[in-house]
Nanobody, 126 residues
């Protein structure tokens, strides 16, 4: 069974940075698309970024373009979300997910991702 474990969340001041990790086990990460999603209290889940399997095409939500970078380390079977210039609207529980080969149109809904991690909390506060 696919397993994803997120880490790296925490408290950071506005303008600060965090790097989230998503360690994968029981499957080869680079073959599959991996998405990052977030959900804040009282809000709907939001697709943050996605990287397709194989060619590694990346996608970003408009709200994070230029600030967040998705990447993967195939040797470690781990993917990352580097978050810079964090804003007060970024706090949420961040999840990684997989279950499909390519991100594709509509990836940000998350509905085509079948396996999810447990999430890691990101808090932005001064």
């Amino acid at each position: 069974q696919v397993q994803l474990v997120e880490s790296g969340g925490g408290l950071v001041q506005p303008g600060g940075s965090l790097r989230l990790s998503c360690a994968a086990s029981r499957f080869t990460l680079d073959y599959y698309a991996i998405g990052w999603f977030r959900q804040a209290p009282g809000k709907e889940r939001e697709g943050v970024s996605c990287i397709s399997g194989g060619d590694g095409t990346t996608y970003y939500a408009d709200s994070v373009k230029g600030r967040f970078t998705i990447s993967r380390d195939n040797a470690k079977n781990t993917m990352y979300l580097q978050m810079n210039s964090l804003k007060p609207e970024d706090p949420a529980v961040y999840y990684c997910a997989t279950g499909l080969r390519m991100c594709g149109i509509g990836w940000s809904s998350g509905s085509r991702f079948g396996s999810w991690g447990q999430g890691t909390q990101v808090t932005v506060s001064s």
